[in-house]
C-alpha cells in the first residue's frame, strides 16, 4: 500500500513569493490533515478535512493560507504572499473516517519550506 | 481545550538498556485514543503504539509498552532493550472526534 505522498520535498522561495504543496493520501483515507512543524516543536494542525469538506480550519492563517480538497483526494496548501516566519516544515496526514476505531494518523515525509 | 504535555525534552539511554519517555494530557472527555510516534531524522513519522481509554491494559509492542495511568492523565512510553535505530524525536499525541494534539517532543539519544 503506498503511503502519503507529498511534493516537493524542499523549497527555497524569497519572501513575498507564492507556494504550493501537494499532497495524495493514502487511498481509502477520507480524512486529511495539514500540518506545520517548526524545528523542535510537535505537529500544529492547519486544516483538517472530511472528504472535501474543510472541517476544522480555525488554525488556518486564512489570510495567506488557502487549501483545497475538490475531489475529496488529494489535496493542495498555499501561501501567498510567503513570510520569512512561514519556514518550517508542512506535514500532511490521512487518516480513515473520523469516529472509527484507531483511526491512526498516517503521515507523509513533509515539504521543507525555507523563505529567505 | 486539550493539551499534551512531554515535560523531557531531551532523554538519553545506553544500548541495551531502558528507558521511560513522559507524557500527560489534560482533557474532559471521556472518550478518546493516545498514541506515541517517532519521527526519526528523515522526518517521516511513524506511529510506535495505541491505547484506547476505555482499555485498562497497557498497550505493548514488542520492545515497547506504555504505562497508561487515566485517573492521573499519564501515558509514559517505555523502550525496552534500546537500540540504535530507536534514536529519533518521540511525540506523545491525543486524538478525540477526529482531532489530534500532540506534545512538544522528546529527542531520544541512544549511547552506543
Known amino acids: 500500500e503506498a503511503g502519503v505522498v507529498q511534493s516537493p520535498r524542499y523549497k527555497i522561495i524569497e519572501k513575498k513569493q507564492p507556494v504550493a504543496f501537494w499532497c495524495n493520501p493514502i487511498?481509502?483515507?477520507?480524512?486529511l490533515y495539514w500540518y506545520l512543524q517548526n524545528l523542535g516543536q510537535g505537529p500544529e494542525l492547519l486544516i483538517r478535512?472530511?472528504?472535501?469538506?474543510?472541517?476544522?480550519d480555525s488554525q488556518l492563517p486564512k489570510d495567506r493560507f488557502s487549501a483545497e480538497r475538490l475531489k475529496g483526494v488529494d489535496s493542495t496548501l498555499k501561501i501567498q504572499p510567503a513570510e520569512l516566519g512561514d519556514s518550517a516544515v508542512y506535514l500532511c496526514a490521512s487518516s480513515r473516517r473520523a469516529g472509527s476505531s484507531y483511526n491512526e494518523q498516517f503521515f507523509g515525509p513533509g515539504t521543507r519550506l525555507t523563505v529567505l | 481545550a486539550q493539551t499534551v504535555t512531554q515535560s523531557q525534552p531531551e532523554m538519553s539511554v545506553q544500548e541495551a538498556e531502558t528507558v521511560t519517555l513522559s507524557c500527560t494530557y489534560d482533557t474532559s472527555e471521556s472518550d478518546y485514543y493516545l498514541f506515541w510516534y517517532k519521527q526519526p531524522p528523515s522526518r517521516q513519522m511513524i506511529l510506535v503504539i495505541r491505547q484506547e481509554a476505555y482499555k485498562q491494559q497497557n498497550a505493548t509492542e514488542n520492545r515497547f509498552s506504555v504505562n497508561f495511568q487515566k485517573a492521573a492523565k499519564s501515558f509514559s512510553l517505555k523502550i525496552s532493550d534500546s537500540q540504535l535505530g530507536d534514536a529519533a524525536m518521540y511525540f506523545c499525541?491525543?486524538?478525540?472526534?477526529?482531532?489530534?494534539?500532540f506534545g512538544t517532543g522528546t529527542s531520544l539519544t541512544v549511547i552506543p
Open positions: 499525541a491525543y486524538r478525540s472526534a477526529g482531532q489530534f494534539y
Open positions: 487511498s481509502g483515507h477520507n480524512t
Open positions: 478535512y472530511e472528504n472535501e469538506e474543510a472541517v476544522d
